[in-house]
């Protein structure tokens, strides 16, 4: 059986900030920032009335979650950088960066597409 990712129950604002850029799948990620260093996480949105799916910044009760995970600090100095010269940093989709830090996965959705 498998057990899916559910909000704590003290969730808490989120971390993390909206970063609007012009990149190519999304106009809107969470930007985790540690000096000039950077990294956007991006999450998969679907709209159940119009039927159309974006990407766009992480629910903020997840990215408080992600944010103060034990292994956040060791997998932002791994995948973290400066910005590129286009003033993009690294893009992570959040189910990459849930298995990465190996929280239990979110229920996944019919609709979801990978990144």
């Keep these: 059986m498998k057990y899916y990712y559910k909000p704590s129950d003290n969730a808490q ?26 990294l956007i996480i991006v999450q998969e949105h679907y709209n159940k009335k119009t039927k159309a799916r974006w990407w766009g910044p992480v ?22 950088s400066e910005c ?3 003033g993009l940093f690294p893009v992570v989709s959040v189910r990459k960066v ?9 229920r996944k959705e019919i609709w979801e597409n990978g990144f």
Aim: aromatic fraction near 16%.
């Design 84 to 86: 590129d010269k286009n």
């Design 13 to 38: 604002v989120g971390a993390g900030e909206i970063y609007i850029c012009d990149h190519p799948l999304f106009n809107k990620g969470t930007l985790f920032r540690s000096g000039s260093k950077g």
């Design 59 to 80: 629910v903020p009760w997840l990215s408080y979650d992600i944010y103060t995970n034990p292994n956040f600090a060791s997998f932002f100095e791994k995948t973290a």
């Design 98 to 106: 849930m298995w990465a830090l190996r929280m239990k996965p979110l």
